[in-house]
């Protein structure tokens, strides 16, 4: 696509990345067919191909944001359904990180708005913080249909939906420290603790550290690790964003002069397409870009990394899993067949439901900010998935979890949860 | 580099812009109308993105009623009106005007109806290609023509353009797959066309909306034709030597009466931007493939296959390489289905539709190899071989406005070969703005002027997609 941008915008290094990302794009409009949000409303505003369209003519033309791009910007889930659907190679996922900044910059939100997703930044980053305010959210439950009633205060209610009826004890995470593998030792890597999900679910990271001990690996959870930066990075927060991405950094290349990494495994697959992205998000910072760039080369997704332990196919049980695959594993990371592999090895027959390169409507913070569009999403999801009759459901992301648990009564785990029991380790609780 | 022109825009209707908005809110609920400015500029284009105009608003009706409000509204006040599907389309059809009223259909997207004892599906005009043939598919049925923007072109803008695809070469175009449309007028009348039928009494005037190009009336919904699946169908590819060798074989094969489903060709650069972004195992030693698919029982495609094998050896084939598996044939497709958009990631490009008599085929091959050294362009060809509809894929740069200049020169030069080769301007794209003014190229003033009664007949004023299809000097005082 021609694009119109002085040399004097091209000086300025975001600018140059989005004016060749812009490039690519020769507006066939395949991705808007697979864009749960054009999907959804209707609207080329409301779909990749619009809202690269209003990018542009926002960064050609120099201008601030204003609420309409605001509008459009903010209903796009970065699922990144379009980038597979894409046959130019369009970076949507850097264009509209770009454009986030761009409005971070430079457009006031109305007081609500900013006061919700202040919150949401101040809060979900921070375990200790979360865990107050998920306490909290259990008193305020009652008040979720009151606050929906109020527009401006949606997210509010949505956010007391979300939130767990109870909350696993603190005790069960996994804390910092080093965890040896049983028998020779065959591979050595780090573990993101990561920041919601240990509050959350717990189970996850346990079961994931069984698992590789069990299998040879020792897992190191080191202290000092932060939130990777990806709820803050969707934002537009970047300051916010590469902070994090720079402690990440430091931490893990400690460990990695101290006894060696193979790997970085990262449990949520929201969190994965993040710490893949440190590399290019640190790129104009001489101090951190090559170290970035080592870290994003080592980061995988747990099963990417069980893949390489090449497991041995397990008998039959007897249950059918439907897998989700989270938008930030099959479009961000581009993990497609490796889960599914797992599973079917483990012996479990596998489902894949209908539709599904469509987002569930979790998107990080995307079910509190954008209640509307992610309840039909959610439904949509939902029937899809039940349409193929699983005992259980399994996906590879906290997000999805939290958001399509509240719409089912099917019970649904992370991938590796199956994985560790079928090896050898204990039966997810809620399947007892 | 806007070369070709546009209607000027009616001073009246530029003068009156407040009130149509605000009469069009009053007619559509909420959300359904675009009209802020800067919300209006994604919509300036379709995948013809050389030419750009911002409309005056975008309307998004959900049924019939709301499209007829519209329509007769712009009617009554003199307002142009552009009918959009999906905006996929690469002759411009959807392209507005800046005193347009965009008239779009994607909030129509339900599937109606699927009557398999009639085997035909009835939806809104906002439904995908491919979401009906999705929505048959578990019970054995699809809908035949498959233009390769099919993942997100709407059946609506099928209608409007006549669109083909790879299997139209045994299966035929929309218009032999349709069979019933309830179309809008311009002052909002609604009629049926059609019904359930192959064929209905009267005047086929479903055949003349049929590439109506968005000038005759707005189609709301549509019956279409579904077909069984075959047993199996099995794509194999045939790398030759030459773009020549290939052309010839294609004109052999169809000559001695084999009608395989679908014979698509590409050339080298072809090749090369498919399987970078495929990886379909083309073969890469080759200067031109034929992908050829054959349907039935393992049979019927082990005979069909071993007569088109015999002819490909008379003309030097040099590679057949069967696909293995259904992944494998899946990746051949789509493959081929994104060339157009894979070829954006090394150029821009635009897309001819010529189509020709397939003895011509070599001859236009080379013919447009020549044009395009001519104005130091690059081309990559990838188009349906068996029906002669071409597809040269001009590359240029287009943000240098004379490569854009050039690229369009030799874009109407090929254009020119193909039609004086004995074919046609569009095989399947449409006339839209692209083609418009080679129009009497191909036509006598007679011909037009009988074309131009019969869309004046529809729409006296020539408010719908006015600058479009016809020359704009010579046409009948509105």
Known sequence: MQT????EQLADPHVATSEKILRKCVHCGFCTATCPTYVTLGNELDSPRGRIYLIKDMLENGRPADAE???????????????????????????????????????????????????????????????????????GRPFAGLLKRFKPLEPFGAMLDLAPRSLPKA????????YPAAGPRRGRVAILTGCAQPVLKPEINAATIRLLTRLGVEVVAPAGEVCCGSLVHHMGREAQALEAARRNVDVWLGEIEKDGLDAIIITASGCGTTIKDYGFMLRLDPAYAEKAARVSALAKDITEYLTTLDLPQQEARGLTVAYHSACSMQHGQKITIAPKVLLKKAGFAVRDPAEGHLCCGSAGTYNILQPEISGKLKARKVRNIEATKPDIIATGNIGCITQIATGTAIPILHTVELIDWAYGGTKPAVLS | MDQ??????????LARRREIVADLLDLLPEGCLVHEPRELVPFETDAFVSYRRVPLAVALPETTAQVAAVLKYCHRYGVPVVPRGAGTSLSGGAIPQEDAVVVGLSKMARILEVDFANRTATVQAGVTNLAISDAVTADGYFYAPDPSSQLACTIGGNIGMNSGGAHCLKYGVTTNNLLGVKLVLIDGTIVELG?????????????????GEGQLGIVTEATVR?????????????????????????????????IPVAIEFMDKPAIEICEAFAGAGYPMDVEALLIVEVEGSEAEMDAMLASIIEIARRHGVKVVKESQSATEAALIWKGRKSAFGATGRIADYICMDGTVPLGQLPHVLRGTAEIVEKYGLRVANVFHAGDGNMHPLILFNANDPEDAARAEAAGNDILKLCVDAGGCLTGEHGVGIEKRDLMRHQYADVDLAQQMAVRAAFDPQ??????????????PAA
């Not at chain 1, 119109?4 to 040399?7: G, R």
């Open chain 1, 4 to 7: 119109n941008f002085t040399p």
């Open chain 1, 69 to 139: 791009v605001v509008t459009h910007i903010d209903r796009c889930l970065s699922c990144l359904s379009c980038t597979t659907t894409c046959p130019s190679g369009v970076d949507y996922m850097h264009l509209v990180d770009h454009a986030r900044m761009h409005i971070e910059a430079t457009y006031r939100r109305p007081f609500w708005n900013r006061l919700t997703r202040g919150v949401l930044a101040a809060v979900l980053p921070y375990p200790g913080r979360f865990r107050l305010a998920l306490k909290a959210a259990a008193l």
């Open chain 1, 171 to 178: 005790a069960g995470e996994a804390g910092p420290g080093t």
């Open chain 2, 4 to 13: 070709i022109g546009f209607l000027e825009p009616r001073p009246a209707v």
């Open chain 2, 195 to 211: 019904g359930k039928a192959l064929d209905a009494g009267g005047l086929d005037l479903l055949g003349v909306v049929c590439g």
């Open chain 2, 226 to 258: 579904l077909i069984a699946r075959p047993e199996g169908a099995r794509p194999v590819l045939f790398g030759f030597d030459s773009s020549e060798e290939a052309g010839a074989c294609v004109a052999d094969v169809i000559g001695s009466g084999i």
């Open chain 2, 462 to 475: 020539w408010l719908l997609n006015p600058s479009k299809v016809f020359p704009l000097e010579g046409r």
